[in-house]
């Protein structure tokens, strides 16, 4: 009877112990070192990323501050208990001061794979919840927006169905990055609890531990057990605005007040040893420590996010640049064409002008040379039969006109053919 009762108090504190304890296959926090088999850094093994995603050691980046990008984060394994709680810490910042968008997504749903979509880069159909913290402010629905919203699917709605009654609140979970105080400790968070039929969520906006409710939804209407199958995923989206959608860390655990304590713990990096003699010069060395520590993890978070903005920043000036100098190659491709067809074609036309003026201009006096040698040819022959009627028995004098008008004008066409000559016409 002993052993059966140590048995099964032994299997109480067991069970007690293990409901207490983060959710390792949906928790990660920096810093990030799994990496793939290409090399690139994971969240942990067991979460995949896609599109524009990127891991860094202190912080994931879903979406740099570019236009048309997306990002996410999603689970391998379903969550495989009836409730749980998580804080999801993230940063929403820019260089933009009064024009920004789109933001987060956090998804708690039946689907086991990412499903790109038009809905903060999910499908609107799914059975589960979605958490949403909005930054655009569409002039068009202005009156029905939220910061932080609430959608609930069983599978059957579609976006407009699910925001005709709006769930949530209005908070700001935005930094502008070009303030003089911005600094990778600005941050938000955000708290929520969930089973099978209840929802809340809490927000501390800036990071300051100051939570306030957003949204207590006691009625879901899922179908029973959805949130045991169900998978947790994180997106982000830009479209014609920007920003940088960074996730900081996400912890789950299936113990809300676990995850309470989990953040209110302090981080101790060195140990107190209780045998020093000197217990308060201790005390203070390990007090120091921890600050330098914190603050070399602060400086290294920092340079970071730095180093992130420039190598996009970088990236985007090399993209610009290329196509830029696609764009002039073929701009003087396309010039050099059509100077040489106008060229070409200016060349030909007047060749050919000329060719048939020079042409017509010979033809035309080729034509009179043989007219004018008609006439005085008709001429010389008029005079000839005039003279033989008059003189019929005398043959020499017509004859000797006759040689002297053949060779006036054999040397009068001589002449002109030599004329010719000299205006390059022949």
């Not at 699910?162 to 990055?177: D, F, L, P, S």
Request: proline share 2%.
């Amino acid at each position: 009877m002993g052993s059966f009762l140590f048995f099964s108090l032994l299997l109480v504190a067991i069970f007690a112990n293990a409901i207490g304890e983060l959710l390792e296959y949906h928790t990660f926090q920096p810093p990030f070192q799994e990496v793939d088999s290409t090399g690139a850094r994971l969240p942990s093994p067991h979460w995949r990323t896609y599109g524009t995603a990127v891991v860094n050691n202190n912080f994931i980046r879903l979406t740099p501050d570019r236009q048309s990008k997306k990002g996410a984060l999603w689970s391998r394994r379903s969550v495989n208990v009836p409730n749980f709680s998580a804080i999801l810490k993230f940063r929403i910042s820019g260089q933009g001061k009064n024009f920004f968008g789109d933001g987060i997504g956090m998804w708690i749903v039946q689907q086991s794979y990412y499903s790109e979509g038009t809905l903060h880069g999910f499908q609107e159909k799914f059975v589960g919840v979605g958490i949403i913290f909005d930054t655009f402010k569409n002039t068009e629905n202005i009156a029905s927006h939220r910061d932080v919203t609430i959608l609930v699917n069983d599978g059957t709605k579609t976006y407009e169905m699910m925001t005709e009654k709006v769930q949530g609140c209005n908070t700001n979970v935005r930094y502008h990055a070009e303030r003089a105080d911005f600094s990778v400790l600005d941050a938000s968070r955000a708290k929520i609890n969930v089973d099978d039929t209840k929802l809340e969520v809490w927000i501390d906006a800036k990071n300051s531990n100051e939570w306030e409710s957003c949204v207590t939804i006691p009625r879901l209407n899922l179908p029973a057990g959805w949130l045991s199958k169900s998978y947790i995923g994180v997106t982000a989206t830009t479209g014609q605005l920007a920003d940088n959608h960074d996730i900081i860390y996400l912890k789950t655990s299936s113990d809300a007040t676990q995850i309470d304590q989990v953040e209110e713990e302090a981080k101790i990096h060195f140990a107190l040893d209780e045998d020093l003699s000197t217990p308060d010069k201790f005390n203070r060395l390990v007090e120091v420590t921890n600050k330098l520590i914190d603050a070399h993890e602060t400086l290294d978070h920092h340079v970071e996010h730095q180093l992130a903005s420039v190598v996009d920043h970088i990236k985007n000036l090399i993209s610009k640049l290329e196509k830029r100098e696609d764009k002039s190659e073929t701009r003087l491709t396309n010039l050099e064409d059509i100077i040489k067809k106008e060229v070409e074609g200016s060349l030909e036309t007047r060749l050919s002008a000329l060719e048939m003026q020079m042409k017509g201009s010979v033809e035309r006096k080729m034509t009179n040379i043989e007219s004018a040698l008609d006439r005085k040819m008709a001429r010389i022959e008029t005079k000839t039969t005039e003279l033989a009627q008059n003189n019929s028995g005398g043959w020499k004098l017509p004859f000797l006109v006759l040689l002297v008008v053949i060779f006036a004008a054999a040397g009068g066409l001589y002449y002109f053919y030599l004329r010719l000559q000299k205006m390059h016409i022949l």
